[in-house]
């Protein structure tokens, strides 16, 4: 029997992928150039490739829409039991506003210019840090313009040494610490913000740290 000599290059194999992923073809490469697979392999190249379309970019989930209405949580710290100690007053402010949480001074700064602000809760005392010496600033700032800033929830008892004075020397308070226990707490009709809130009860028990200089015009 005649033998007949193949040259190496004959028996290398082709793999040729389609732009979509799959594989078209495989096997010795004068065989596949010579076969309906090739022709194939010619019109998939010269097929029009369809681009995929972008998805639509997400929008980050703690900024609140631009037409609604809004309370701010500032929690820098963002300790992992805020909200299970926190959840009465969460609730409540829930059940009235939207509420947006920030937890660095980049996003509160964000959120702090929108004009549906309603209000801003500081809920530790991370406002007090170095870093977040520009948003402490912004919101003194905001607050002279007649917006509403509280220093609530964990913040007194997380604020540590000279930051509580320090704290509210920003917003032109002269308050001092104060001694931390529990007392009974009467509401005077004679400030502006109790007569505007018909609904806050007479007078509540609670143990808390108090603030010294504040006089009976302010609370």
């Known amino acids: 029997m005649e033998g007949t000599f193949l040259r190496p290059a004959e028996y290398e194999l082709f793999l040729h992928l389609h732009p979509n992923g799959y594989t078209l073809g495989k096997g010795p490469l004068r065989k596949l150039m010579s076969s309906r697979l090739q022709k194939a ?3 998939s190249d ?6 995929l379309p972008k998805p639509a970019p997400k929008q980050p989930s703690n900024v609140a829409p631009s037409t609604t209405r ?21 609730a409540a402010l829930k059940a009235k506003r939207k509420v947006v949480q920030a937890f660095n001074p980049k ?14 809760l500081i809920t530790d005392a991370g406002i007090a840090k170095k870093s977040a010496v520009f948003l402490l600033r ?7 313009l007649g917006g509403v800033v509280v220093a609530g929830c964990m913040f007194s008892g997380g604020i540590a040494g000279n930051d509580f004075e320090k704290f509210f020397r920003t ?8 001694s931390y226990h529990r007392t009974t707490f ?20 609670m143990k808390a740290l108090h603030a010294d200089g504040i006089t009976s015009d302010m609370a």
């Open 70 to 90: 809004f309370i701010l949580l500032v929690s820098l710290q963002n300790e992992s039991f805020f909200e299970d100690i926190n959840s009465r007053i969460l």
């Open 107 to 120: 996003s509160a700064l964000e959120m702090l210019s929108s004009p549906n602000l309603d209000g801003v």
């Open 171 to 178: 917003f032109g308070l002269s308050w001092e610490r104060g």
């Open 41 to 43: 392999v010619e019109r």
């Open 186 to 205: 009467y509401s005077n009709p004679a400030n502006k913000v109790v007569a505007a809130n018909p609904s806050l009860a007479p007078f509540y028990s």
């Open 138 to 144: 912004e919101l003194v700032n905001y607050a002279r």
């Open 46 to 51: 010269n097929a029009e490739v369809k681009a």
